[in-house]
């Protein structure tokens, strides 16, 4: 598999994200106390998730 990071959401789900960005696991919390109350699940995802290695030059250059 290849490195992912573990994201969460403002639902409070949790999301594994690639290197390449795409979406490569979920985990959804009270999956079916929100279906019952709300009669979906919504999950909110970043459209681009930025690593440490992404900010370097940015920051160096502020620096």
């Known amino acids: 598999m290849a490195d992912a990071d573990v994201i969460d959401t403002p639902e409070g789900h949790f999301a ?3 290197n390449t960005g795409r979406v490569v696991g ?3 919390m009270g999956a079916r106390r929100l ?3 709300d009669g979906r ?3 909110t995802l970043p459209s681009f998730v930025a ?3 992404d900010l370097a030059p940015l920051l160096s ?3």
């Open 26 to 28: 979920l985990m959804v």
């Open 35 to 37: 279906l019952e109350r």
């Open 51 to 53: 690593t440490a290695d």
């Open 16 to 18: 594994r994200i690639d």
């Open 61 to 63: 250059a502020a620096s």
């Open 41 to 43: 699940v919504t999950v």
